[in-house]
């Protein structure tokens, strides 16, 4: 009787102080999100409306939002030079390097992870292939060092010899080698991670279907082709597509750490994240490097828009949104 | 019972066992480059097998490491206050997020998501901290930056929170528990796995984190251990006058060579010993982290 006359009485209430009740009643919740919320607004809302500097002529003096308008000078400068051509390239190629060589391999490595039967030696390999994925990119710039340091790498001063070549190479300072260097330590770092990803969407496929392959004599290799591949191709197209997603930010310490920051290596080592980077820290030009950042954010944007709607369309579940 | 063919595993084993030492071979040589001594350096290069033993490097570190000392020290405080902090923040930011009944719930879902699309990129992000916070040159500067929070992660925490039943939330909440109560006894203790997580990639990246040092710091009293590597690797005169009491003549008497493999050692040492016992969860975690992502 009670239980009726309420549910009566809350149906009579306004509108309006319903809702308000309903705030008192969640405020907690609501409270609960401040700081996150806060950190977002402060950390990643802020920066985005800091874009307008890219349109005006930094100057100290005036304070950087007092600055002048400059229109798009900033941007018009940025692509009169090749540095706006280099940066692009790199990271753009880089990337597909990356991308097209890296997929393979990881596959490659997950699906001979997926024949090992010892679990303990399965375990070993994994935590193994996986360590240089945890070091951070200023360790893995000594451990390239020890190897191809002008006086003391090991490179130039054991391997080179073995080979007959007396005369070392400098490697800091001679921009072809880098393509090779870089995506090697890439591949040194990412390949056991990547391939514990593919790894994990091995593990989901049915045994039932090698079982019924055994039984109609496909042999090992066979079965790979015509099941484990084809059952992986919405996980490969779907981080494929995410990945071409990105592909307008770079691995900022692959690019910076490694080679030392050496400016004889620009040409091949320059992407988009350590021009911007150069350019707050004074070796560039802030105007040109905040317009770089900001042809990256909006490109970026892009991209991932574009990739994602890709996404959506091969599947609907694999969507980041 | 297995359907195996003999030549695939055995080739398998081949090549994983390759792969896995081409891993392992760089460490290997940083740290034998490190036990070898000076002279031998300069003479035969680093090598696998130290040509000639020594401990030079860090007993040299050890006599003069005072500023190796505090790095760590500011690394390790960096690492637990950032990762307990951060993990606050997701944790309260996403259980809202996982309930039907908080207001609000999808335009705060948007802006959240959001932030994992677009960014405002380095410089304004810089001139935010500096220009109206003031973090250049404090620890602040270290922990806040990029690091505490991000979209991703709260996502991931909230998709787990909403796979919890929905009957033990409703049912404390009849007992009398507040959002908070709920959160901290029935909720927290139930996500184990997805906080582990999280709080293990928050913990390696702020152990790793070299570029928020490299931006907002300046004073090497503040330098994490990163930053103290980061500038010697850049700056061999950095070592004679920092890490020694008389510089000058410290250069010719310092191993350098093998200085810097020790302390790179020594940086990454601790990451060594303790991934035998995280490993398991690190390799859950990018298993839980592929799922989206």
């Given amino acids: ?321 | 019972m297995r359907n195996d063919s003999r030549g695939l595993t055995w080739f398998s084993h081949i090549a994983m066992f390759l792969f896995a030492a081409f891993c392992l071979i760089p460490f290997v040589l940083l740290i034998s480059a490190s036990f070898t001594n000076q002279s031998a350096i300069v003479a035969n290069g680093y090598s696998f097998l130290p040509s000639e033993f020594s401990t030079d490097a860090y007993r040299y570190l050890f006599d003069r490491g005072s500023d190796i000392a505090r790095a760590y020290g500011v690394t390790v405080w960096i690492t637990v206050a950032g990762t307990l902090i951060g993990l606050s923040m997701t944790a309260l930011l996403a259980y809202p997020l996982s309930r039907s009944e908080t207001p609000h719930r999808n335009p705060i879902m948007f802006f959240v998501f959001f932030t994992m699309l677009f960014n405002g990129g380095l410089v304004p992000t810089y001139l935010v901290y500096t220009q109206f916070f003031e973090l250049k040159n404090t620890i602040w500067a270290l922990i806040v930056p990029g690091l505490l929070m991000n979209g991703f992660y709260v996502m991931l925490m909230r998709t787990f929170f909403q796979s919890l039943p929905k009957a033990l939330i409703e049912s404390a909440q009849l007992d009398g528990a507040g959002e908070y109560r709920t959160l901290w006894s029935i909720v927290l203790p139930l996500s184990t796995p997805v906080i582990a997580t999280i709080g293990l990639f928050l913990t390696i990246m702020y152990w790793n984190d070299w570029q928020n040092g490299m931006i907002y710091i300046t004073n090497p009293e503040l330098f994490s251990i990163q930053n103290l590597l980061n500038r010697i690797m850049q700056d061999v005169q950095f070592i004679s006058t920092n890490l020694s009491s008389n510089a000058g003549s410290a250069m010719e008497q310092m191993p350098t060579d093998s200085v810097k493999m020790a302390i790179a050692v020594i940086g990454v040492l601790p990451i060594l010993l303790a991934y035998p016992f995280f490993q398991k969860y690190f390799i859950k975690g990018i298993m839980i982290g592929a799922v989206k992502g």
């Avoid at chain 1, 600055?67 to 790199?90: C, P, Q």
């Avoid at chain 1, 010899?161 to 190479?169: A, K, M, N, T």
Wanted: glycine share 6%; net charge positive.
């Fill in chain 1, 1 to 321: 009787m009670t239980q009726a006359a309420t549910t009566v009485a809350s149906q009579k209430e306004p509108r309006r102080t319903r809702k308000k009740n309903q705030y008192r009643k969640y405020a907690p919740l609501l409270i609960m999100m401040i700081p996150g919320l806060l950190y977002l607004l402060i950390n990643n809302y802020l920066p985005m409306a800091g874009i307008v500097i890219a349109f005006k002529k930094i100057n100290f003096a005036k304070g950087i939002f007092n600055s002048d308008w400059t229109g798009l000078d900033n941007f018009t400068y940025l692509f009169k030079t090749t540095d706006a051509f280099i940066i692009t390239r790199n990271t753009i190629l880089y990337n597909v390097v990356f991308i097209v060589i890296g997929t393979i391999l990881s596959l490659a490595c997950a699906i001979l992870l997926n024949e090992i039967r010892q679990k303990r030696l399965l375990k070993g390999y994994q935590a193994i292939i996986t360590l240089p994925h945890l070091i951070s990119m200023v360790i893995v710039s000594y451990l390239v060092y020890a190897l191809l340091s002008a006086d003391t790498g090991f490179i130039n001063k054991t391997v080179l010899p073995w080979l007959g070549i007396d005369e070392g190479i400098m490697w800091y300072s001679e921009a072809k080698y880098w393509p090779f260097i870089l995506t090697l330590v890439h591949f040194w770092k990412s390949v056991g991670y990547s391939s514990i990803v593919f790894f994990a969407a091995l593990l989901g496929i049915d045994e039932e279907y090698y079982e019924a392959a055994k039984l109609d004599g496909a042999s090992r290799l066979k079965q790979i082709w015509h099941i484990t591949l084809p059952l992986l191709a919405p996980v490969i197209t779907m981080l494929t597509l995410l990945s071409v997603g990105r592909i307008f930010y770079s691995d900022f310490g692959l690019f910076y750490q490694v080679p030392l920051n050496s400016g004889a290596l620009f040409e091949t080592t320059a992407t988009i994240d350590t021009y911007v980077f150069r350019g707050l820290t004074g070796t560039g030009d802030i105007g040109m490097s905040t317009a770089a950042g900001v042809y990256q954010s909006i490109v970026g944007f892009v991209l991932v828009i574009l990739a994602n709607y890709t996404v959506r369309r091969v599947s609907k579940d694999n969507a980041l949104f």
